[in-house]
T-cell receptor, first 111, second 114 residues
């Protein structure tokens, strides 16, 4: 069974704080993704990575950065959290072509 | 870039009825179309997918159809059951580049009443 885990299920931070969201997968997948999910907007891609140390901007990268130092780990960083970044964040991984496997999500609230 | 539109946003049916969710895409290069189901409080999971060299695919009570000319694809659920209640997302992707970047629709909340 593929496992994608995320470091926190719920997180509460203050405006201006630096926030790290961690994602780990155990299937040796090349591709990893960060999405945010908001009601009525579906799943929107923030960043993705197709190899270690490689990253590509998705559709809404502003205010976010990522890090992929090891194949199994993909981190999302909010350099200075803002209230409009309150959302559900979902990590996913996949092989070259095919199913994306999602993590359980982190519900982030920025006060 | 790719844009995926999904309709309806909510769908209520009686148990045993059929449900149809429709999506359109904009990029004619897209060739992979998965559907994900997200139950309340859970992660999205793939339920069925179709590639552009196929017009229809079935898996028990669910089927997906693809019309490449019109750039639309649909999810069909027959004999709906209360456990089919969830949010369904369609997506489109071009996979020829060796990796896959999905563009998702905005989701359809399906409610199946007993």
């Amino acid at each position: 069974d593929v496992k994608v885990t995320q470091s926190s299920r719920y997180l509460v931070k203050r405006t201006g704080e630096k926030v790290f969201l961690e994602c780990v997968q155990d299937m040796d997948h090349e591709n990893m993704f960060w999405y945010r999910q908001d009601p009525g907007l579906g799943l929107r891609l923030i960043y993705f990575s197709y190899d270690v140390k490689m990253k590509e901007k998705g559709d809404i990268p502003e205010g976010y950065s990522v890090s992929r130092e090891k194949k199994e780990r993909f981190s999302l960083i909010l350099e200075s959290a803002s209230t409009n970044q309150t959302s559900m964040y979902l990590c996913a991984s996949s092989g070259q072509i095919g199913e994306q496997f999602f993590g359980p999500g982190t519900r982030l609230t920025v006060l | 870039g790719e844009n995926v539109e999904q309709h309806p946003s909510t769908l209520s049916v009686q148990e045993g009825d059929s449900a149809v969710i429709k999506c359109t895409y904009s990029d004619s290069a897209s060739n992979y179309f998965p559907w994900y189901k997200q139950e309340l409080g859970k992660r999205p999971q793939l339920i069925i997918d179709i590639r552009s060299n196929v017009g229809e695919k079935k898996d028990q009570r669910i089927a997906v159809t693809l019309n490449k000319t019109a750039k639309h694809f649909s999810l069909h659920i027959t004999e709906t059951q209360p456990e089919d209640s969830a949010v369904y997302f369609c997506a489109a992707s071009e996979v020829n580049t060796g990796f896959q970047k999905l563009v998702f629709g905005t989701g359809t909340r399906l409610l199946v009443s007993p």
